[in-house]
């Protein structure tokens, strides 16, 4: 049987700023919405890159959200960290700028929130609905198994 082990909150750091990658929980009206997003973490505030769509409208209707985070090896060797925290759409075109930054320092292509669409051959849609947001955790938490 393996030993499952709180994580210290330097550790919590360690891994969110090396994955990058999680799940997003959102709900709106009692309706649960779980999605998979690339993060950037940075002073104890995460940013990510998204388009206007269910998530944004969702986010922007109850700001409380539960990040969750992983990094397995295999059955024996993993670390899960949950991160329940309020979502907050950055407007000041300074914090854009700089979220938006990190976040490609993370995620270079943006995917899968930025993807193109062809009209036709010729023409691409240019797209003006991104959205930024910062998630300001409120709690915590890390459970490690093996020695990831």
């Not at 854009?96 to 320092?105: F, N, P, Q, S, T």
Request: a negative charge.
């Amino acid at each position: 049987m393996i030993e499952v082990k709180a994580m210290k909150a330097d550790e919590v750091e360690a891994v969110l700023g090396r994955v990058g990658y999680g799940h997003l929980g959102c709900a709106m009206h009692n309706k649960p919405y779980v999605l998979p997003i690339h993060f950037a973490y940075d002073s104890k505030m995460i940013y990510f890159f998204t388009t206007e769509g269910q998530k944004a409208k969702m986010i922007d209707s109850n700001p409380e959200v539960c990040l969750q985070v992983e990094q397995i090896v295999d059955n024996e060797n993993w670390v899960s960290i949950i991160i329940f925290g309020e979502a907050e759409r950055l407007e000041h075109s300074w914090e854009v700028e700089k979220a938006y930054d990190l976040v490609k320092g993370v995620n270079p292509n943006l995917t899968p929130a930025l993807s193109y669409r062809w009209l036709d051959t010729w023409v691409q849609e240019v797209r003006d609905d991104e959205v930024i947001y910062r998630i300001t955790p409120k709690n915590t938490t890390g459970r490690r198994a093996g020695t990831v």
